[in-house]
């Protein structure tokens, strides 16, 4: 059965940059593409990017210039990165892994505020 | 990319049976069948409830069943019971070119009157 993981800083001071990692297990990162998703409290949920293991990525075009998505296949995870960040990037954050049979993490809470 | 189009809200009365509709374009739902619905209780992550537009997880209630027509991919929930009460997510794959992503649909709360 495969676990996915968030980790990462629960609050974050506006303009800086959000970073995040998500720890796959029970199976190995390889040949799938990998996911990030948000949702702001109270509204609906909105991908983010994904990230294949050999590295390609795509991102939302609504967060394109601020993303960045990465990938340790040592570690069997994938991190995000989001810059400038502002009161709007305050969510819970999942990492899944959409497709066939999808599979998300639990979720994290990030806040931004000073 | 845009969001896939849910109605905001959809009742029911217990024991009867509700559908949610799901519309997206033939850039989405029309062309693929990696449509995935996902129940969601406050304060919870979101449930997996169909896969591939009417599979099933292990686990989740034969009550639950997926459809998909055109663009338009649909949730059935019979029998309603009060613990479905909540929200309702669609999500599925898209691409237009080469850009490929996936888009959800804005959810829906089902009340059970």
């Known amino acids: 059965q495969v676990q996915l993981q968030e980790s990462g800083p629960g609050l974050v001071k506006p303009s800086e940059t959000l970073s995040l990692t998500c720890t796959v297990s029970?199976?190995?990162?390889?040949?799938?593409?990998w996911s990030w998703i948000r949702q702001p409290p109270g509204k609906g949920l909105e991908w983010i990017g994904y990230?294949?293991?050999?590295?390609?990525?795509n991102s939302n075009p609504s967060l394109k210039s601020r993303v960045t998505i990465s990938v340790d296949t040592s570690k069997n995870q994938f991190s995000l990165r989001l810059r400038s960040l502002t009161a709007a990037d305050t969510a819970v954050y999942y990492c899944?892994?959409?497709?066939?049979?999808?599979?998300w993490g639990q979720g994290t809470l990030v806040t931004v505020s000073s | 990319q845009s969001a896939l189009t849910q109605p905001a809200s959809v009742s029911g009365s217990p024991g009867q049976s509700i559908t949610i509709s799901c519309t997206g374009t033939s850039s989405d739902v029309g062309s693929y069948n990696l449509v995935s619905w996902y129940q969601q209780h406050p304060g919870k992550a979101p449930k997996l409830i169909i896969y591939e537009v009417s599979e099933r997880p292990s686990g989740v209630s034969t009550r639950f069943s997926g459809s998909k027509s055109g663009n338009t991919a649909s949730l059935t929930i019979s029998g309603l019971q009060a613990e479905d009460e909540t929200d309702y997510y669609c999500c599925s794959y898209a691409r237009s070119g080469t850009f490929a992503s996936w888009v959800f649909g804005g959810g829906t709360k089902l009340t059970v009157l």
């Open positions: 990230i294949y293991y050999s590295g390609s990525t």
């Open positions: 899944a892994r959409l497709g066939n049979y999808p599979y």
């Open positions: 029970g199976g190995f990162i390889s040949n799938y593409y």
